[in-house]
């Protein structure tokens, strides 16, 4: 019998990772993550997926002193991957080795590094390794790992200096070190691979950073097929970083060079270099200065002529991810779609555009010696599982999951999502979804969970989630409804952009429209039970609707904004707000913008009981923005809980704070409907 999906149920679900094929394409391996609430203990280990046998089995054993992650493949039948065993007190992680060909092999160790290490790429045709470190200005890896253990032993005070923005990104504090791109290669004799020469930084002496800090990845750059070349992105490093998007893509030969810039001519945002198999380089690039939601253009550039060019410059669509065909014929590319990210097939020929997928949420796309694309697949249902497409037939096949995880979801009852669509602001089509109650009987009535995504260039799609699942809301006898207002991505660029200058209005109205909707639909949920919740923007927009709504019950407002004026000057990324809101409030003229969709300008109007939440490692939107909400919820003598994570950041991420995150919600929920 199927039970009721709950917070405990989402924190030890296992999680595994994207799927990374072998070069044969026969083979294909992952790490999987699970973590046991009664232990306070997470296992990582490895899987091996047989992808033409679709048969699962376990490459190393789960346990809570040795952690296997971010395995890929040397050849069909070795396979590296960070190793870290509790039980060696080690410093750094150091990647191993381990031949699948034969049972019972142990894996041996690759690297020896001095310093951490990560967002590793390999060329198998040339045995290239690359691979991204945090260094000081001389370059090396021993330089930095040397001047840490001196800042260790000699420093005495605590201070940290600064004389330029950004002061910290996202959660962390910017410092003097930087992350810089290596390469070594590797050989094998006797079936044992090894590190043959010393790491290059090809990054030395450019004063540029790759991937960007704090949260770039291995996407942040790519090997030409040849290994002869390098494409990095890098954001500016000038004293402006903070107030615009400008980042480039640069090419530099793997022996170190002097970098090539592609696009140093275009003061925006780009990203996403990718190497074809016929040696062209493809990048997305937005064009609009300030903007880090514009549509990403799909730019071809031929290192060989310097010549540039946009494919499918009329495509309404945003690409995430990009791989080529085998013969460089096709892009793959993925985008979001009305609550869906489809992957796209795009001819380079005559530019034509055609649909590979139409449901779910696919992710991580990897070309196969077939001409076949392993891919992961989430939805609201699952959450990421291998699956394989035929790009000629569009046949999709799911592939197996690890034993445990696949009953483990088969036990749950999940609710499906359902799409709704009604006429909203601006008289334009709203999309977004409903969830009924998984315990759903009828004749009887229902409360709402009303939930209001962030971005707010964000959407809700049809894609599993960690942190704010629907199903969980379902679990708890909820009607969930999730709409994707104006500003919301994946419904074109205009409608992105009409959020600019509008933060209280067309989303506002959307929401409102779309609740009595929704409740009109479905007679048996309850109007005088309706819980608005949500984060970032979503907080920000409970804050709104606090001050200019009655159709709440209850609020929950996670790191939201109390002061749009507040948040400029606290923020890392300063970019954002001054494309939003028209500019800097420094300057008299553009306070306006601000102040007039500020929820702090509300406040006498608030009366919904609320609960607020905040991380303190939230630099994008301070503790700060919370403090204030619940001082003026305090002040007034409205029903109000703070719940505060010093060690979180915009998102709870740990799984005994995600655990108590869930519970405060639930209590607050409970204690005033």
Not at 223 to 245: G, Q
Request: include cysteine; charge should be negative; proline fraction near 5%.
């Amino acid at each position: 019998m199927a039970t009721k999906f709950t917070p405990p149920d989402l924190i030890q679900l296992p999680r595994p990772s994207a799927s990374v094929p072998s070069p044969n394409g026969l083979l294909a391996v992952y790490s999987q993550s699970r973590y046991n609430i009664k232990d306070a203990k997470q296992t990582r280990s490895l899987y091996l997926l047989d992808i033409s046998n679709n048969h699962v089995k376990e490459l190393t054993e789960p346990s809570y002193n040795i952690s296997d992650y971010d395995a890929f493949f040397l050849d069909d039948q070795h396979i590296a991957f960070f190793h870290q065993d509790s039980g060696l007190k080690e410093t750094v992680v150091q990647l191993h080795v381990l031949d699948i060909s034969k049972e019972g092999r142990e894996p041996y160790l690759l690297t020896d590094f001095p310093i951490e290490f990560g967002n590793i790429k390999y060329n198998v045709k040339h045995k290239l390794m690359a691979f991204s470190a945090a260094v000081y200005e001389d370059g090396s890896l021993e330089g930095a790992y040397q001047r840490d253990r001196d800042e260790v032993s000699n420093k005495k005070d605590t201070a940290m200096v600064f004389d330029e923005l950004m002061v910290r990104h996202w959660d962390t504090y910017v410092t003097k070190k930087k992350n810089n791109l290596f390469v070594v290669h590797l050989s094998i004799n006797n079936g044992i691979y090894k590190v043959v020469d010393k790491p290059i930084n090809v990054m030395k002496n450019t004063h540029l950073e790759s991937p960007g800090f704090p949260q770039g990845d291995a996407s942040d750059y790519d090997i030409s097929p040849d290994a002869s070349h390098i494409a990095f992105l890098s954001k500016i490093t000038t004293r402006d970083n903070a107030w615009e998007t400008s980042s480039h893509i640069y090419i530099v030969s793997t022996t170190g060079d002097t970098p090539v810039v592609v696009n140093g001519d275009i003061p925006a945002a780009s990203s996403n270099p990718c190497y074809t198999p016929s040696g062209l380089l493809v990048y997305f690039q937005m064009m609009t200065p300030k903007y880090e939601s514009d549509r990403n253009r799909i730019v071809i550039y031929d290192p060989t002529t310097g010549e540039r060019r946009i494919v499918a410059e009329h495509w309404d669509s945003s690409p995430h991810e990009v791989i080529a065909s085998s013969d460089s014929r096709h892009l793959y590319v993925t985008a979001e779609k009305e609550g869906r990210q489809r992957i796209f097939s795009i001819d380079l020929n005559d530019e034509s555009i055609s649909s590979l997928t139409e449901e779910h949420y696919a992710s991580s796309l990897n070309l196969l010696p077939s001409g076949n694309i392993l891919f992961s697949s989430t939805s609201m249902k699952n959450p990421a599982s291998p699956h394989l497409i035929n790009v000629q037939t569009k046949e999709v096949k799911p592939l197996a999951l690890e034993h445990g995880l696949s009953k483990k979801l088969h036990s749950f009852k999940f609710s499906d999502p359902q799409d709704i669509r009604f006429t909203g602001a601006l008289d334009q089509e709203v999309h977004g979804w409903y969830l009924k109650p998984a315990d759903y009987e009828e004749g009887k009535s229902y409360p709402v969970a009303f939930l209001i995504h962030g971005g707010p260039q964000g959407a809700w799609t049809d894609n599993w989630s960690n942190r704010w699942n629907p199903q969980i809301f379902t679990g708890a006898g909820y009607g969930v409804i999730a709409i994707n207002f104006h500003g919301s991505t994946g419904y074109g660029q205009d409608f992105t952009d009409s959020i600019g200058n509008n933060w209280g209005s067309h989303p506002f109205h959307d929401l409102e429209i779309g609740l009595d909707y929704v409740l009109n639909k479905y007679s048996y949920l309850d109007a005088d039970r309706v819980a608005g919740l949500g984060a970032s923007y979503g907080g920000y927009m409970v804050n709104w609707i606090n001050g200019h709504s009655d159709k709440f019950k209850v609020l929950v407002n996670h790191d939201g904004v109390f002061s749009t004026t507040g948040v400029y000057y606290t923020t890392d990324e300063l970019y954002f707000s001054e494309k939003e809101f028209g500019g800097s409030p420094i300057f008299p003229e553009n306070r306006e913008g601000f102040e007039k969709w500020s929820p702090s300008n509300f406040v006498q109007n608030w009366k919904t009981p609320t609960l607020v939440i905040h991380g303190g490692r939230d630099y994008r939107l301070t503790v700060c923005e919370s403090l204030s909400t619940f001082t003026a919820l305090q002040v007034q003598g409205i029903p109000s809980r703070l719940v505060y994570f010093p060690d979180e950041s915009h998102w709870v991420l740990k799984p005994a704070n995600s655990l108590k995150w869930h519970h405060e919600g639930k209590i607050h929920r409970n204690n005033q409907m």
